[in-house]
């Protein structure tokens, strides 16, 4: 490589400096400043907000879900926050955190979805990944923990090689990027965290509906943090990014053997749904995915 200009080296530096100003700057900003609120603004309590934390509750009743989404666009990056569930009877509630470029047909999302329990029932965590509008890859797994009873952490790695779902550290899933198969990578996607009336689906296939004599229902977020590339750039495009200091610690994150070895683990233990397993859900044949190593 070319030995760089004192010029460049300068305007490197700049950009350093940029993006860590910019990286400080979001750490310090309040709530409202990094989110919009969704549904009811009376459902979503800021319990502590002192401008590098934040700790949020999302009430649902019978009048209104709740919810909140980043301001910010991103296209690639490392998000993580740590949740504590509703308890016990939650039979029908979904709570998420997910990225989304939007609700139109050809939409990319990433999902990470906890599918609320009668008392005493394993908690259910879906993980899904679209792409172009094309979705139904679903990998649903029961947790090894009681997530109503503390914090736990859920981390999205999203970079050009794969998305690597992560809970408190540890590996579940990896789904990879083919050159041949659509991949989440052109669309800045927003950041959201809901809780919300999933009845029709979300408790045995909908078989069991949200007992409303134990609402108002509630669940916990704190510790969000996004190491992340910005783009509000309404048509993408990665030229359009600014990424801060620390990008090169996830943006070419792959799961070395350790890493896969958990996912087996936790794919042999703890998976309750492998859509590459269904075939009644694909009786002309599994998505191509499903046959790459």
């Known amino acids: 490589m070319a030995a760089s200009?004192?010029?460049?080296?300068?305007?490197?530096?700049?950009?350093?400096?940029?993006?860590?100003?910019?990286?400080?700057?979001?750490?310090?900003?309040?709530?409202?400043?990094?989110?919009?609120?969704?549904?009811a603004r009376d459902h979503v309590k800021v319990i502590s907000d002192d401008g590098k934390s934040q700790q949020v509750a999302l009430t649902l009743d019978r009048s209104s879900g709740s919810g909140f989404n980043s301001k910010d666009t991103y296209l690639f990056g490392e998000f993580s926050v740590q949740m504590k569930l509703v308890g016990g009877n939650s039979a029908g509630t979904v709570t998420s955190f997910y990225l989304s470029s939007g609700e139109g047909d050809g939409h990319d999302e990433i999902d990470i979805e906890f599918m609320g329990n009668l008392?005493?029932?394993?908690?259910?965590?879906?993980?899904?990944v679209w792409a172009s509008g094309d979705g139904k890859k679903e990998h649903q797994f029961y947790l090894w923990f009681d997530p109503t009873a503390d914090f736990h952490t859920y981390k999205i790695i999203w970079n050009p090689q794969n998305i690597i779902f992560q809970v408190d550290d540890v590996p579940v899933?990896?789904?990879?990027?083919?050159?041949?198969?659509p991949y989440p990578?052109?669309?800045?996607?927003?950041?959201?965290?809901?809780?919300?009336?999933?009845?029709?689906?979300?408790?045995?296939?909908g078989d069991v509906k949200i007992d409303w004599s134990g609402a108002p229902f509630t669940v916990s977020y704190k510790g969000y943090s996004a190491n992340a590339c910005v783009n509000n750039n309404p048509s993408g495009?990665?030229?359009?990014?600014?990424?801060?200091?620390?990008?090169?610690?996830?943006?070419?994150?792959?799961?070395?053997?350790?890493?896969?070895?958990?996912?087996?683990?936790?794919?042999?233990?703890?998976?309750?749904?492998?859509?590459?397993?269904?075939?009644?859900?694909?009786?002309?044949?599994?998505?191509a995915e499903c046959y790459r190593k």
Request: with cysteine.
């Open 5 to 39: 200009s004192p010029r460049h080296l300068v305007s490197l530096a700049a950009a350093v400096a940029v993006a860590a100003l910019m990286a400080q700057s979001a750490a310090a900003a309040g709530f409202y400043e990094r989110f919009d609120v969704v549904g």
């Open 119 to 128: 008392s005493g029932d394993p908690y259910v965590m879906n993980t899904n």
């Open 173 to 181: 899933r990896t789904f990879k990027k083919y050159d041949d198969l």
């Open 185 to 205: 990578e052109n669309k800045p996607m927003r950041l959201h965290a809901t809780l919300w009336d999933g009845s029709y689906w979300a408790t045995r296939h």
């Open 237 to 287: 495009g990665w030229s359009s990014s600014k990424c801060p200091e620390g990008t090169s610690g996830w943006i070419h994150t792959q799961l070395d053997a350790a890493g896969l070895g958990t996912v087996a683990w936790a794919e042999k233990n703890y998976m309750s749904y492998n859509y590459c397993a269904d075939g009644w859900r694909f009786p002309q044949g599994f998505p």
